[in-house]
């Protein structure tokens, strides 16, 4: 048996190696970019940090050679208390956290690759080398979420007085997702947007945990904090799980790993973030809230309904799961495999009974809502366990053949796991 000895590096690594490789990529083209000098208006607006400048599409301006003459600035708009969407932060904090960007992210010329087929503006361009820069200072990364929040609502423009906890949150997944959409180039630049997007996911899941304990009784609000805690346990033992099922086995440990796992957190984190939705419009805007729709301003928030999928079936395919594992020279012994699949079934365990301790505080409409969410959730993980945690990070066309998609019927759902139909497939085994 061959010992493997990948390692397992953290994100904030990755990340690192991308913000080097994005400074490397840009000044390796610039024999390759067509040469314009800036006219010496745009510069000056560059020199004074102009407004205008910093949101403008980088396509927009004719003639100008973004990555060699046009330099770089932070600019920072005035939030008035009431235009943020949560806590509005001190002057002490703001002046701080701006100190700490202009410190962490100076943007000399090295780092100006928001050009063409990259980033949008300046704007996105530097809150992303912001978060890239700050977060890895966090224990844990990426932590502070005062800062992420503001640095944030600094980027986002499009947010307005909200009508409803719905409208809030909805909010700040826009802006969530608007910075979250660039064109990353390179396979560390890929690294790093799946991480940027795992990372902000699991932010939004905090924020509404936070915003659901605040808008609880004192005994509810402790049940959210213990039952997140227990959230908080299994997420963690899923990436270690997921790090060894599939350590140096099948191409996953190479420059496409950091991407991998944080496709799986991201997904998982996803799926956490709509089981908090549910519940969270229904009890905080349950006055206007119908069983199946929430309507406001920005649109209809639909509840996902299911058949039920029991904790027993889960606790099944986690035991199939172990069963399928096989010896292989290029992977993890299966003891070491099934050890890890045992301590994230013991961790999801306690997680849904945790849930279950919540739901015994609730009635009526509110209890649908979470009983339901939970519904969604076991079914959510029975995939992912039929899935063998397969297709994540660069997949082949092959592997997305033999996955059950998360939108799946029951019958699809029920029917062969990963493993079986790769076998059937391609006549060899996955593992």
């Known amino acids: 048996m061959k010992k493997a000895t990948r390692r397992i590096y953290p994100l904030a690594v990755f990340l690192v190696t991308a913000l080097c490789a994005l400074s490397c990529r840009c000044q390796g083209n610039k024999g390759s970019q ?21 949101y403008e599409a980088v396509t927009d301006t004719a003639n100008v050679d973004w990555l060699e003459y046009i330099p770089v600035f932070h600019y920072w708009r005035d939030i008035e208390d009431d235009e943020y969407l949560f806590d509005a932060p001190t002057a002490e904090q703001i002046a701080a956290w701006e100190s700490l960007c202009e410190k962490e992210n100076p943007a000399d010329s090295v780092m100006r690759c928001y050009g063409q087929e990259y980033c949008l503006n300046m704007n996105q361009f530097m809150t992303i080398q912001d978060f890239m820069s700050v977060w890895p200072q966090q224990e844990p990364y990426g932590s502070d979420d005062a800062f992420t929040e503001w640095r944030l609502e600094q980027y986002y423009l499009d947010i307005y007085n909200p009508d409803s906890e719905y409208d809030r949150f909805m909010f700040l997944r826009e802006a969530i997702q608007s910075l979250c959409c660039f064109d990353a180039q390179s396979q560390l630049e890929m690294n790093f947007k799946a991480g940027m997007e795992a990372t902000l996911e699991e932010f939004y899941c905090r924020m509404m945990l936070r915003e659901a304990v605040r808008h609880s009784s004192t005994k509810l609000g402790r049940a959210l904090e213990r039952e997140n805690q227990a959230w908080e346990e299994y997420h963690a033992q899923l990436d270690s799980t997921f790090s060894i099922i599939n350590g140096d086995c099948h191409g996953l440990n190479g420059s496409s790993w950091s991407m991998a796992i944080s496709g799986i957190l991201f997904d998982n984190a996803e799926m956490r973030a709509e089981s908090l939705g549910d519940f969270y419009f229904a009890l905080t805007d349950s006055l206007d809230y119908e069983i199946r729709h929430k309507r406001s301003k920005i649109g209809v928030y639909e509840i996902t309904r299911h058949s039920a999928v029991s904790d027993e079936k889960i606790l099944r395919e986690y035991k199939n ?19 890890e699949l045992t301590a994230e079934m013991n961790a999801w365990k306690k997680w849904i009974q945790s849930r279950k301790s919540v739901s015994s505080l609730l009635t009526g409409f509110v209890k649908d809502a979470y009983d339901n969410s939970t519904n969604n959730v076991r079914r959510h993980k029975y995939i992912m366990l039929k899935n063998r945690y397969q297709g994540y990070g660069v997949t082949s066309d092959d592997v997305l053949e033999c996955l059950i998609p998360f939108g799946a019927s029951d019958e699809e759902m029920n029917g062969s796991s990963f493993d079986v139909r790769w076998k059937e497939k391609y006549h060899t085994s996955w593992w």
């Open 34 to 54: 067509k040469q314009f000098r800036a006219d010496s208006i745009t510069v000056a607006k560059a020199e004074n940090n102009n407004s205008e400048l910093y």
């Open 321 to 339: 799961f172990m069963a399928s594992l096989t010896e292989d020279e290029d992977s993890y012994p299966v003891s070491m495999r099934t050890k």
